[in-house]
C-alpha cells in the first residue's frame, strides 16, 4: 500500500505560480512512476505530468507544456509539481497518483491521493 498525500493547492490569479508536493509514505519510492492528473467539475480527470522512479523521464500534456515542471525528490519520497504562468482553464483539483511503470492513462495508475484545490482567477 501506498498513501499520498498531496498539498500546495490555493487560489491564485491569472499568470501566477503554485508549486504542489505529494508525500509519498512507501520506502521503495524511487521504484514507482508519478503521475499528476486533475478534474474540474463535470469533466473528466485529465492527465497533467508523469515521471519515471529516476527522474530522468519525465511526461507532459500538451496544454502545460512549456508552463509546468515536474520534479521529485527520492531522499524525501516526494513528487512536485511546479506549475507557472497559471490560466483560468488551469482550475480543477489536483491528484497525484503511483504505479510501477510510466504512463499518461489514469486508470492504469494503482494508487491515488486525495486532491488539492486549484484556482486560478481570471
Known amino acids: 500500500q501506498v498513501q499520498l498525500v498531496e498539498s500546495g493547492g490555493g487560489l491564485v490569479q491569472a499568470g501566477g505560480s503554485l508549486r504542489l508536493s505529494c508525500a509519498a509514505s512507501?520506502?521503495?519510492?524511487?521504484?514507482?512512476?508519478m503521475g499528476w492528473f486533475r478534474q474540474d467539475a463535470g469533466k473528466e480527470r485529465e492527465f497533467v505530468a508523469a515521471?519515471?522512479?529516476?527522474?530522468?523521464?519525465?511526461l507532459y500534456a500538451d496544454s502545460v507544456k512549456g508552463r509546468f515542471t515536474i520534479s521529485r525528490d527520492n531522499a524525501k519520497n516526494t513528487v512536485y509539481l511546479q506549475m507557472n504562468s497559471l490560466k483560468p482553464d488551469d482550475t480543477a483539483n489536483y491528484y497525484c497518483?503511483?504505479?510501477?511503470?510510466?504512463?499518461?492513462?489514469?486508470?492504469?495508475?494503482?494508487?491515488w491521493g486525495q486532491g488539492t484545490q486549484v484556482t486560478v482567477s481570471s
Open positions: 497518483a503511483a504505479r510501477g511503470g510510466l504512463s499518461m492513462d489514469a486508470d492504469l495508475y494503482d494508487y
Open positions: 512507501r520506502r521503495t519510492f524511487n521504484k514507482l512512476a
Open positions: 515521471i519515471s522512479g529516476s527522474g530522468l523521464t519525465p
